[in-house]
Each structure stands twice: as C-alpha cells, then as structure tokens.
T-cell receptor, first 112, second 117 residues
Framework: GNSVTQMEGPVTLSEEAFLTINCTYT??????LFWYVQYPGEGLQLLLK?????DKGSNKGFEATYRKETTSFHLEKGSVQVSDSAVYFC???????????FGKGTMLLVSP | DSGVTQTPKHLITATGQRVTLRCSPR?????VYWYQQSLDQGLQFLIQ???????AKGNILERFSAQQFPDLHSELNLSSLELGDSALYFC????????????????FGEGSRLTVL
C-alpha cells in the first residue's frame, strides 16, 4: 500500500534558522508528492508539489525535491519566520487516483 | 479562503447521538473528500464522492455514511457516536485539469470540530 513517513515534531527553531523536515514514502506506481501546511485554526493549504522524479517544488521560500532513488521529498527553507509556525504535512497521490495519503504531520514552532 | 465551506465549525454532543456535517465544494469542483484528523491517527481518508457517486472508500466506520447531492454539496453522517469519534473532520474538493488527468491537488475547508462527551 501507499504510506508517508515524516519526522516527528515539534521542530523548534529560532527566526532565520534553516529548516529541514524529512519525508519518505512508499507507493505502488509513480506518485505525485505534496507538502501541505495547516496554520492554527485553519484547514490545510497546498504549499508545493512535484509530479515526477527530480522535479523541485517551491513556494514562499520553501523547497522540496522529488528523489526517486531515496523515495524522499524533504522540505527545506533557508530562513524561517515566526509566521511559518504551523503543522506541515507530506502527502502523495498515485497517478490516476486523486485521493491523497498523508503523513502524520510535523509541527514547526519558530520563536523570535 | 479555499472556497470550500463546512458547517458547523464546532459541535458538542453526547455518546450515542447522531450528527450531520455539511460541505459545499469550490465552484466547479465535482469531487468531494472527507478526512478525519485526530491526535493519535493523524489525517485519515474516509470517503470520496465524484459527481454524486461514491468513488473511493478509506477507513470509514460502518456507523458513518456520506452522500453527495445533485447540487454537489456533501453530508457526512456520524451515528452511535463514541468518545473516540471526537476529532476534526475536513472536507476537501478537487477539479480535473484540462487534460482530464487528476493531479491530486485538494482544496480543504476549515473543518468541523466534533466533541463527543
């Protein structure tokens, strides 16, 4: 079956620190990969995506590269802000099916 | 604002009761998905409807049911509620892209928080 494994949180950083949140996956077929973000009290929003191997998704200073050889899609940001404090979900969707499989989420807390 | 509307935002009820959660998808979206988010299980896919028909089923209990109406809004019915059903229930919707293939991008509502006492 399909599954996504994320590093457990919370991840606690100071403002302007470098962020990495690890994500690995298992999938039957060739998945599309996604990062969603959930701010406090809100629903999930798509942050970035990559649909094939070696693609890099990027948005709002966040980046993730689809690594087929290591089945990974790690999220990175060079300099986090307090406003980035949220829960980040890695997810996959196998081609032909739009149902997303999510990881358990990683909470990020950024202090001034 | 994702364009997906869920009501009610908060609901408190007792064990054994029945509740209905409502979702209006984004304009033009034909697919509706229901997810349950709890602290221990994370985000669990429950069920998907496409244009009124059930398309995919996940970890949905027999006590739960859903439907999608001709105007494309959807309702999730939860019955014989137990304490463990307390969770945040999300609705999401999606649209097909112009090529007809589905990219998997979903648009989420803000959720309905259910508390069972």
């Amino acid at each position: 079956g399909n599954s996504v494994t994320q590093m457990e949180g919370p991840v606690t950083l100071s403002e302007e620190a470098f962020l990495t949140i690890n994500c690995t996956y298992t999938a039957t077929g060739y998945p599309s990969l996604f990062w969603y973000v959930q701010y406090p009290g809100e629903g999930l929003q798509l942050l970035l995506k990559a649909t094939k191997a070696d693609d890099k998704g990027s948005n709002k200073g966040f980046e993730a590269t689809y690594r087929k050889e290591t089945t990974s899609f790690h999220l990175e940001k060079g300099s986090v802000q307090v406003s980035d404090s949220a829960v980040y979900f890695c997810a996959l969707s196998v081609k032909g099916y739009s149902t997303l499989t999510f990881g358990k989420g990683t909470m990020l807390l950024v202090s001034p | 604002d994702s364009g997906v509307t869920q009501t009610p935002k908060h609901l408190i009820t007792a064990t054994g009761q029945r509740v209905t959660l409502r979702c209006s998808p984004r304009s033009g979206d034909l697919s509706v998905y229901w997810y349950q988010q709890s602290l221990d299980q994370g985000l669990q896919f429950l069920i998907q409807y496409y244009n009124g028909e059930e398309r995919a089923k996940g970890n949905i209990l027999e006590r739960f049911s859903a439907q999608q109406f001709p105007d494309l809004h959807s309702e999730l019915n939860l019955s014989s509620l137990e304490l463990g059903d307390s969770a945040l229930y999300f609705c999401a919707s999606s649209r097909r892209n112009t090529s007809g293939s589905r990219t998997g991008e979903l648009f989420f509502g803000e959720g309905s928080r259910l508390t069972v006492l």
